[in-house]
């Protein structure tokens, strides 16, 4: 399968940003998309992005793409402690249509 | 709002036992996928159908396990025997077809094999 990086974990304070990180190698993605998960849940899609975007903006969320570098971010403006999850970033290409996920970065808010 | 179901949300067995699990897609999406998440790890493909059709099971393990979608509706993954190692969550999610932007998940069914 496809490799799909991110640093295992981040704590923020409520309030702040939140900058999660992620690297993957196929450069034929097609979309990048980034899930959350609560404990003992299923994964809860949050956005996703088309790669030849470089950023996409829905309410606080932003995702931000770098082709070149195979590097996808997802910022959270005003963290807030129901953000406490894992955050799961994940890839598919035109072929298969299959998603490639990583191992996840959990994300604490501390009051 | 549609959601995947599956059954049973826990699930606990013995090892050399045989276990099922349901996953009901959210109704007209084609594509039906099993994932594997093992604790701290992130979801791994088993299994992928197309309608009934399975379009990739690369990664199931075809001695244990199998997987079916008769009607292309409803789909049952199996496990026999169970073992030690099999315990995760294991996770149902469909999309509209191929190329489809968005898949949505179930919440999953976490087996614990004693």
């Known amino acids: 399968g496809e490799d799909v990086e991110q640093s295992l974990f981040l704590s923020v304070r409520e309030g702040d940003s939140s900058v999660i990180n992620c690297t993957y190698t196929?450069?034929?993605?097609?979309?990048l998309y980034w899930y959350k998960q609560e404990p003992g849940a299923g994964l809860q899609l949050l956005t996703y992005?088309?790669?030849?975007?470089d950023m996409k903006q829905d309410q606080r969320l932003t995702v931000l793409l770098n082709k070149k570098d195979k590097h996808l971010s997802l910022r959270i403006a005003d963290t807030q402690t129901g953000d406490s999850a894992i955050y799961f970033c994940?890839?598919?290409?035109?072929?298969?249509?299959?998603?490639?996920f990583g191992t996840g970065t959990s994300l604490t808010v501390i009051p | 709002e549609a959601e995947v179901a599956q059954s049973p949300r826990y699930k606990i067995t013995e090892k050399s036992q045989a276990v099922a699990f349901w996953c009901d897609p959210i109704?007209?999406?084609?594509?039906l996928y099993w994932y594997r998440q093992i604790l701290g790890q992130g979801p791994e493909l088993l299994v992928q159908?197309?309608?009934?059709?399975?379009?990739?099971d690369s990664q199931l393990p075809k001695d244990r396990f199998s997987a079916e979608r008769l009607k292309g509706v409803d789909s049952t993954l199996k496990i026999q025997p169970a073992e030690l190692g099999d315990s995760a969550m294991y996770l149902c999610?469909?999309?509209?077809?191929?190329?489809?932007?968005?898949?949505?998940f179930g919440q999953g069914t976490r087996l614990t094999v004693v």
């Open positions: 999610a469909s999309s509209l077809g191929k190329r489809n932007t968005e898949a949505f």
């Open positions: 196929d450069s034929s993605s097609t979309y």
């Open positions: 992005i088309f790669s030849n975007m």
């Open positions: 994940a890839e598919s290409s035109l072929t298969g249509n299959q998603f490639y």
């Open positions: 109704s007209g999406h084609a594509t």
């Open positions: 159908f197309q309608d009934e059709s399975v379009v990739d």
